[in-house]
């Protein structure tokens, strides 16, 4: 399994194709909510596209988002989704992982702040995310607001 992020410049044709259709094929058609997965967001040119390619297929995508591009005061990671065929795999933890260490590193002084679907609160909490709202719906689906913390930095 091999790892990337990318910037959408970056992306070629066939892999924004495949990361484009693995959200449809679970977000739309799989989860049953149609929604405007196209939104402009993945074009921001701080907007990072972290995904893994495992047997030639896309197994595993989501994306960063810079500071106020969905948050006024947070970065974000989103479209967080994992191919069926790589589930059993727990390819998830090491996708959240991934997200959390590439945001930190692009923006350590700054939090993390997820519309996580609720039923993936505690997935989420032992990647280092608090629950920071009541339960809300978007787009039909159940979601809670979740924050992780942004690196500390010591200053003289």
């Known amino acids: 399994m091999n790892w990337y992020c990318k910037t959408f410049n970056d992306l070629s044709l066939n892999t924004l194709y495949d990361l484009l259709k693995l959200r449809c094929d679970v977000f739309v058609v799989e989860q049953d909510c149609p929604y405007p997965e196209l939104d402009e967001l993945d074009r921001l040119p701080e907007t990072r596209h972290l995904y893994a390619i495992a047997d030639g297929r896309m197994a595993a995508y989501a994306r960063i988002l810079p500071i106020q591009a969905s948050y006024p005061l947070y970065s974000s990671i989103g479209r967080v989704v994992v191919a069926p065929q790589n589930r059993k795999d727990k390819l998830g933890h090491a996708l959240v992982q991934k997200s959390v260490t590439q945001a ?20 989420y909490q032992s990647h280092g995310f608090a629950t920071v709202s009541q339960p809300y719906l978007e787009d039909g689906i159940e979601h809670i607001s979740m924050l992780h913390q942004a690196l500390k930095q010591d200053k003289c």
Not at 104 to 123: D, N, R, V
């Open 104 to 123: 930190m590193a692009l923006w350590p002084e700054i939090a993390i702040k997820i519309g996580a679907q609720s039923h993936l609160e505690a997935f």
